[in-house]
């Protein structure tokens, strides 16, 4: 999941001299960023084709056409680039494709190319000649601070089709799919090897679109005139038909999410999640508030799904629709928000980019790094990174009263020269302790000490090799867990940090364990005791840590193969160990492209696999009974995992609560589910991102949800000690009442307690209307003279000196002290409102006061008593 981490900064055009000396404004038509790391992105204008640095957004490379050539080729209309991208083909409103090649920095030096381009001072056609680039920027004081590849823009040669263009891709090999009136044409564009390919669709049945997956090249989603799709996979110059799916029909636009083998489609005013691999509809969002959608496009994880709709506003979606920003929801009106013509997501999911038409806009994403590779440790205690900065989750421990409080969050700024050798951060995790936080990316790994404040580096002198996969704490103990993969295998190493000192870089010498596997290491993962380890041949390790004084004892205690259950290519998450105290039992749970699979061993390597759950963005152990789950939706709280193994019933054992920003955390023992979201403020003429958590209640829920299958005595003795237990029964009162459901359960485990059923009515009905009072007081059965009694009596009982006469209010001394003196009632009444003019609580206390009397008694006497006595004091 990804959030906008800051207002927008404006990117423009390059300035300088057109390349025929004409003034004419150029419109921005599209910005598509690269399939990897490190290339440039690209702006498509009417008139002119920029390649753009992403990091510090400066204009590197720029081809503008002359006059002549946008009168006798066409203007641009639209781009797009193959997944080298090292080629880029441009439709003309003529019929003409423009191809240009990008040339990386170690091919920049070539002059032996064919190169067709136009002369900067002339309108003539060059044959053999290199583009004069028309602007080339260069920052010395970059973000990063790091030199900007200078990649050249060559223009190879254009081609026009004679009999329509419907659609076209670019592919790898400087290779054209291209789709006309008249057919599909692979084109070889270094050569003349042109070949017609018969996609063997059937009589009068041509491809209207071309949807190729961003991230594999070979992966095909067409869609049909006849109104049916088919997906087909590249060999060479043949294309074979994977899937053709009957019910994801008449669909308008779409997006490939390769990681959850995924296609989205726009099917009316429905976005349709279908999963081609087990060739289902799993999952429809109605789009019909929005509007009509112009373009969708995945990140390269799969993790965020970006939609831009006609009107210009947009969303940024989870895997499976889980919204963590929606451009409408802000009250002002803003360029970057409401009037957008074209988005797209780097491949990292870091940036955003926007245009308007006139102007460009980056955005930079703050981000998690735990969906991808979901460790129990780091789901608990959640980091969110934008750039060096690290956004740390402190309110775990916090008191309940202080979660809101911006203090939760402790901001982290890598030092920039350390930043500099640690771009592309893929890890980051914090110790229980809180004293240590280590952070990495596939080539080093970096430690800070909070106690020190300092930063140290690991210098691997233990292996040359060192590519990073995962990274976590233990828990109890500093001990780091890291898994590295190198030549020729990878391996899980342990190191200790309990007499660490931040003085000096620290090296092998504080590595305690290594263990090597033949293969590389797909997940990771840790529980109480507990490592475990998933490799890419489908095997998995049990590790066991005990301590033994000071020292520790690590064991590997089994690993088994689960290769006939899995293939290749899966998209694991995370991997869990259920019964975390017994080392016979191996059951599992695995995350697996969204599905939870539970693995039960039965022995000899063999398991009995059973699909428990779909459409999961995560999952965390709570203990052994107990997880919660995402979906997009809803957060799935399970609360007896083996009575949902055994009777297969969700309604008994999982509790769905609902929610509208994205979860990022649930702390079980406060009842709290907290939730990320922007918040967008203009003053003047700075727009401010006020990025903040938020945290909810769902302890009332939980209580509901516990009374159906739990008496209330068992409900009372769990969650009573909960801090905001009695703010829940009063929730959880209003909605029974107001919804005219049953109260009888819910009264008992209200009455268990005279104080908090004291509290709770009268809060309670300070917030419901008066028309539901009565429908309260005959459920309950009671009266507002017995609510009245109660509250004088626990009012009196702070006087009493000897606290065994009180005999927790309800003793046989309490009725001796009750006071009904109207005298004293219309005392407290004059009281509240002699006092309430400067305080705006005291005054609705006082009116809620009114409302009471009114039923306590009806003649209006008292009331009107009460007012008299006020009116003489005024």
């Known amino acids: 999941m990804v959030w906008p981490y800051l207002t927008p900064k404006v990117v423009t055009l390059p300035s300088g001299q057109d390349a025929d000396d004409s003034n004419t404004a150029e419109k921005i038509l599209e910005v598509k960023t690269a399939h990897s790391e490190g290339q440039p992105y690209i702006v498509l204008t009417d008139q002119s084709i920029h390649l753009y640095d992403e990091p510090s957004n400066a204009a590197i490379a720029s081809h503008k056409r002359s006059k002549t050539s946008i009168d006798k080729y066409g203007a641009n209309v639209s781009f797009k680039r193959n997944h080298d991208d090292n080629l880029l083909v441009i439709q003309t409103d003529k019929d003409f494709l423009l191809i240009y090649a990008i040339l990386k920095p170690m091919n920049t030096n070539s002059d032996s190319e064919l190169l067709t381009v136009y002369h900067q001072n002339s309108n003539n056609l060059l044959q053999n000649g290199l583009v004069a680039e028309k602007q080339a920027q260069f920052f010395q004081a970059a973000e990063v601070e790091r030199p900007i590849w200078k990649f050249q823009l060559r223009f190879r040669l254009f081609l026009k089709i004679s009999h329509g263009i419907v659609d076209f891709e670019p592919l790898n090999q400087f290779e054209l799919l291209l789709i006309t009136n008249h057919g599909v044409q692979l084109l070889d564009l270094s050569g003349d090897d042109n070949k017609t390919v018969d996609l063997k669709l059937g009589e009068d049945v041509k491809v209207t679109k071309i949807i190729h997956s961003p991230w594999n090249p070979d992966l095909f989603y067409f869609t049909l005139n006849n109104g049916k799709t088919t997906f087909m996979i590249k060999d060479k110059d043949t294309f074979t038909s994977i899937v053709d799916p009957e019910a994801f029909e008449n669909v308008d636009l779409a997006s490939i999410n390769d990681s959850f083998k995924l296609v989205v489609g726009l099917i009316g005013d429905k976005l349709v999640y279908y999963n081609y691999e087990i060739k289902q509809i799993i999952k429809e969002k109605d789009f019909a508030e929005y509007g009509k959608v112009r373009k969708l496009q995945w990140s390269k994880s799969g993790n965020a799904l970006c939609v831009l709709f006609e009107k210009g506003n947009w969303l940024l979606l989870s895997t ?424 009888t359960k819910l009264s008992k485990l209200i009455k268990i307690n005279p104080i908090f059923e004291l509290n709770v009515v009268s809060k309670c009905l300070r917030k419901i209307e008066v028309k539901y009072w009565s429908r309260l007081f005959n459920q309950l059965k009671l009266t507002p003279q017995d609510l009245l009694d109660s509250s004088i009596e626990k009012n009196n009982s702070i006087f009493w000196e000897d606290e065994d006469d009180i005999q927790d209010g309800n003793g046989e001394n309490a009725n001796y002290y009750k006071i009904t003196d109207e005298t004293q009632i219309i005392s407290i009444f004059k009281l509240i409102f002699e006092n309430a003019k400067n305080d705006d609580e005291l005054w609705e206390t006082g009116f809620e006061l009114i409302r009471f009397l009114k039923l306590l008694d009806p003649s209006l006497r008292l009331l009107q008593k009460g007012l008299d006595e006020v009116k003489k004091s005024t």
């Open 320 to 743: 499976f629709g889980g919204v963590t920003f929606n451009s409408k929801e802000h009250d002002y009106h803003s360029d970057w928000l409401g009037n957008i013509q074209d988005l797209d997501i780097t491949a990292n999911a870091t940036q955003l980019f926007l245009t308007n038409g006139e102007e460009i806009f980056s955005i930079q994403l703050i981000k998690s790094t735990y969906l991808e590779n979901q460790i129990n440790h780091s789901i608990r205690r959640p980091i969110l990174m934008s750039g060096p900065l690290l956004h740390i989750y402190t309110g775990y421990e916090m008191n309940s009263s202080s979660l809101n409080k911006p203090t939760t969050w402790n901001t982290i700024k890598i030092p920039l020269e350390h930043y500099y050798q640690l771009p592309n951060i893929t890890n980051v995790s914090i110790s229980q302790d809180a004293k240590f936080l280590a952070v990495s990316n596939k080539r080093a790994l970096l430690i800070y000490y909070f106690v020190d404040n300092e930063w140290s580096f690991y210098v691997n002198d233990f292996n040359a090799d060192l590519e990073i996969e995962h990274i976590t704490w233990f828990e109890g103990v500093n001990l780091l867990l890291l898994t590295n993969k190198s030549k020729f295998n990878s391996e899980l190493v342990i190191f200790d940090f309990r007499r660490f000192s931040s003085k000096d870089n620290f090296n092998s010498d504080a590595i305690i364990f290594k263990y090597d596997f033949d293969t590389d290491i797909k997940l990771l993962n840790s529980y109480g005791k507990d490592i475990v380890v998933y490799t890419t041949n489908n095997k998995f390790y049990h590790f066991k840590i005990e301590t033994v004084g000071a020292s520790f004892k690590i064991d590997l205690i089994r690993i088994l193969a689960l290769d006939k259950i899995f293939k290749e290519n899966d998209n694991f998450r995370s991997i869990i160990k259920v019964k975390s105290d017994d080392d016979e039992n191996n059951d599992l749970l695995l995350l697996n492209n969204g599905e939870v699979i539970f693995l039960k061993y039965k022995d000899s390597n063999y398991f009995e696999k059973f699909l428990l759950l779909d459409k999961i963005e995560y999952i965390y152990k709570i203990n052994d009974e107990e997880y919660y789950l995402y979906n997009g939706e809803s957060v799935l709280l399970i609360k007896n995992l083996s009575e949902l193994l055994k009777t297969r019933d969700p309604s008994k054992s999982i509790l769905k609560i609902s929610v509208e920003k994205y979860p990022i955390l649930l702390i079980l023992e406060k009842g709290l589910l907290i939730k990320m979201e922007n918040s967008l403020v203009q003053k003047k003429t700075i727009e401010i991102n006020n990025f903040t958590s938020k945290n909810s209640i769902f302890l009332h829920d939980l209580i509901r949800f516990e009374l159906q299958t739990h008496d209330e005595a068992t409900v009372f003795e769990k969650y009573s000690k909960y801090k905001n237990f009695q703010y829940s029964l009063e929730l959880l009162l209003y909605q029974t009442i107001v919804n005219d459901q049953n109260l």
